[in-house]
């Protein structure tokens, strides 16, 4: 037991360092939004858009650059790539046919639409919820209801 607590102990301090070092990243991230995450869904008998709204991309552009900038300063062809990502995607779309899976989570005000290689998050006031998950319901022909 004493050589399987040598060997985990040093994990366990990454692990934790990790989750600070996370923490931390999060809320600096929540105070630059301005500790809330603003968008705009529009929906129809095709699509649902989730999009950020101007004054959110220009503030996600400027994260997206920094990240890149770090990431040539440190070398690192991938971080460059997710500050390149995290700047260019302000729209997610998802094509109601194509939703595999709805999973309502009335608590958190939450729908989620989970596709192939895209998941889109639908964030709707209770009273709306009914209504809008049961058109999504009826629209997302090959979804399975969670």
């Given at each position: 037991m004493e050589s399987l607590w040598s060997l985990t102990w040093g994990f366990?301090?990454?692990?934790?360092?990790?989750?600070?070092?996370?923490?931390?990243?999060?809320?600096?991230?929540?105070?630059?939004?301005?500790?809330?995450?603003?968008?705009?869904?529009?929906?129809?008998e095709k699509e649902l858009v989730h999009q950020q709204m101007p004054r959110q991309v220009k503030k996600a552009v400027v994260i997206?650059?920094?990240?890149?900038?770090?990431?040539?300063a440190a070398g690192r062809p991938g971080v460059v790539g997710t500050g390149l990502l995290a700047s260019s995607h302000t729209k997610s779309t998802s094509?109601?046919?194509?939703?595999?899976?709805?999973?309502?989570?009335?608590?958190?005000?939450?729908?989620?639409?989970?596709?192939?290689?895209?998941?889109?998050?639908?964030?709707v006031p209770d009273e709306d919820f009914d209504f809008v998950y049961q058109f999504l319901c009826q629209h997302c022909t090959k979804a399975k209801r969670k």
């Open positions: 366990l301090l990454i692990l934790l360092g990790l989750f600070v070092l996370g923490y931390i990243a999060y809320i600096i991230v929540a105070w630059i939004y301005g500790w809330k995450y603003v968008v705009l869904f529009t929906m129809d997206g650059a920094l990240t890149s900038l770090m990431g040539l094509r109601l046919a194509d939703v595999a899976r709805i999973v309502a989570r009335r608590r958190f005000h939450l729908i989620k639409l989970n596709q192939l290689l895209n998941k889109n998050r639908v964030y």
